[in-house]
């Protein structure tokens, strides 16, 4: 039996397994949601799954006409996806307490990944839905025009939207249990700004913050309708903006890889850059 939680422990399951496949999907309807640069998502049957705790937390937005997005109203987590027509559920890895036994076995919508974020591994890689799953390449998404010196982002619903100007200080994958957790994901991206280089464009009065108990400065800030990750501003006067939520490119990329032995047993670091075990000196 395997167990898995949001990021405040409020929405708990358990999944019997066999989990049968396991997915980076890189779509931006996903990088948006999660607010990572992708999700990661491990399919088994429904029947082996029950909710422990927290079901009557769970906001679903209607993303599409089929596609339904569950996530934790309090902390924003995604949650899992119960598919009764083809008897299955979706578990975001990133929520898993336990090695399920398995690691991705290919990229999804890998046509529609960030330019900012490369994939650096061997795996199969699908311009859209993979031919197991019908193929195709989903849903049309708005485009951003790149603006010189400004990047521009926005939450899944589009209620929520904001602008960056000039380039953020630094950029880093963390692979700490917290932030696989807020994120629903392999790990986070963040892009660290400083306050007065974030604008909000609209939707600011959509935004929910959540801080997490005994954390001095971790939590997450996700909008209220469909609970994608969107910047959140922190005591230091800087902007901790997750990459995923990004429309247009930032002019930056990673440095490193960051709590790095804190990384999923499921996931391996590709890269090539630089792996901390906590910090690096400037962090």
């Keep these: 039996m395997y167990t898995g939680t949001c990021l405040c422990g409020t929405v708990r399951y358990e999944v019997a397994g066999p989990f049968a496949m396991m997915a980076n999907c890189h779509c931006s309807m996903c990088r948006k949601h999660h607010g990572a640069m992708f999700s990661t998502f491990v399919s088994a049957p429904d029947t082996g799954f029950r909710w422990v705790s927290g079901q009557?937390?769970?906001?679903?937005?209607?993303?599409?006409?089929?596609?339904?997005?569950?996530?934790?109203?309090?902390?924003?987590?995604?949650?899992?996806?119960?598919?009764?027509?083809?008897n299955l559920v979706l578990i975001p890895a990133g929520?898993?307490?336990?090695?399920?036994?398995?690691?991705?076995?290919?990229?999804?919508?890998?046509?529609?990944r960030a330019p900012w974020y490369p994939i650096t591994d061997g795996l199969p890689q699908h311009p859209g839905y993979p031919?197991?799953?019908?193929?195709?390449?989903g849903i049309d998404r708005p485009h951003f025009p790149q603006i010189p010196g400004v990047t521009h982002g926005s939450c899944l619903c589009g209620a929520v939207a904001w602008e960056l100007a000039g380039k953020p200080e630094r950029m880093q994958n963390c692979h700490c249990s917290r932030c696989r957790r807020a994120r629903s994901a392999a790990h986070a991206t963040n892009a660290f700004y400083l306050r007065e280089q974030l604008t909000w464009l609209q939707g600011e009065s959509e935004v929910k913050r959540y801080s997490l108990p005994g954390a001095k400065h971790f939590g997450q800030d996700f909008c209220g309708r469909c609970g994608s990750s969107v910047p959140r501003v922190v005591s230091s006067g800087r902007a901790v903006v997750p990459c995923g939520s990004l429309d247009t490119d930032p002019?930056?990329?990673p440095l490193g890889n960051i709590f790095a032995t804190s990384r999923a047993s499921w996931?391996?670091?590709?890269?090539?850059?630089?792996?901390?075990?906590?910090?690096p000196a400037r962090a």
């Excluded at 569950?70 to 598919?83: D, E, N, Q, Y």
């Excluded at 929520?95 to 529609?112: E, R, V």
């Excluded at 996931?267 to 910090?279: H, R, S, V």
């Design 56 to 86: 009557d937390n769970i906001e679903t937005y209607p993303s599409s006409e089929n596609g339904r997005r569950p996530f934790c109203r309090t902390c924003g987590s995604v949650t899992p996806m119960l598919l009764p027509a083809m």
């Design 267 to 279: 996931f391996e670091i590709t890269d090539g850059l630089p792996q901390w075990e906590t910090y």
């Design 131 to 137: 031919p197991q799953f019908g193929g195709g390449m």
């Design 251 to 253: 002019g930056a990329r």
């Design 95 to 112: 929520n898993l307490q336990d090695d399920p036994g398995l690691k991705p076995q290919m990229h999804m919508f890998a046509g529609s």
